[in-house]
């Protein structure tokens, strides 16, 4: 497709359930972010994604949360045991190469119940 | 260690009036600054961004930024604002040694009064 697409768009889970959320970047995108933006605040780097390059991690807050990307295509995140605090909007975002300017999805909306 | 920080958290200006949004960063080696808009329940759109070229920005919908490294200072301007610029803006900076982590200001949230 022509942008970054993320679904599902919203999701509501209740406490303790795993969820899976799923990144299609622009197709030839070597670079790939997950971010986090709880309401009201600015955004939360989670992991990023370089062609075949061991991923950057250092953003995950907790194990469980984890993330995957086969080479240069989808992206899924999974947070596993949901809790209250992770409900917050997951953005995905792609680029061409690292620092050009990132494309980014319109963000799954998860809420934990 | 790169940061950044957006000076105010909200902005009200009146229509056709100028914008200014500020940004400051610091970082160890030269950076690359991007300002991105985020509408009310619509994904971040990239507005303009520095990477080592001319130090006056042009973006989209007439907005413009100045790298000023003196001030290490990034601000946002627009001569006239329109009632569609009410927005979130978030200023990102990313280390030309280490590009893999964007840092993100807070975001401004812009009000643009008719």
């Known amino acids: 497709g022509a942008g970054v697409s993320q679904s599902p768009s919203n999701k509501v889970t209740e406490k303790g359930k795993d969820v899976e959320l799923r990144c299609d970047p622009i197709s030839g995108h070597t670079a790939l972010y997950w971010y986090r933006q709880r309401l009201g605040q600015g955004l939360e780097f989670l992991i990023y994604f370089q062609g075949n390059s061991a991923p950057d991690k250092s953003g995950l807050p907790s194990d469980r949360f984890s993330a995957e990307r086969t080479g240069e295509s989808v992206s899924t995140l999974t947070i596993q045991r949901t809790q209250q605090e992770d409900s917050a909007v997951y953005l995905c975002?792609?680029?061409?190469?690292?620092?050009?300017?990132?494309?980014f999805g319109s963000g799954t909306r998860l809420t934990v119940v | 260690a790169q940061s950044v920080t957006q000076l105010d958290s909200h902005v009200s200006v009146s229509e056709g009036t100028p914008v200014l949004l500020r940004c400051n960063y610091s970082s160890s080696y030269s950076p690359s600054l991007f300002w991105y808009v985020q509408h009310p329940n619509k994904g971040l759109q990239l507005l303009l961004k520095?990477?080592?070229?001319a130090t006056l920005v042009k973006g989209i919908n007439g907005f413009e930024a100045e790298f000023k490294k003196s001030e290490t200072s990034f601000h946002l301007t627009k001569p006239s604002a329109h009632m569609s610029d009410a927005a979130e803006y978030f200023c990102?900076?990313?280390?030309?040694?280490?590009?893999?982590?964007?840092?993100w200001g807070l975001g401004t949230s812009l009000a643009v009064n008719p």
């Open positions: 520095y990477t080592s070229a």
């Open positions: 990102v900076v990313s280390d030309a040694g280490n590009n893999r982590k964007l840092i």
């Open positions: 975002a792609s680029s061409l190469w690292q620092g050009n300017g990132y494309t």
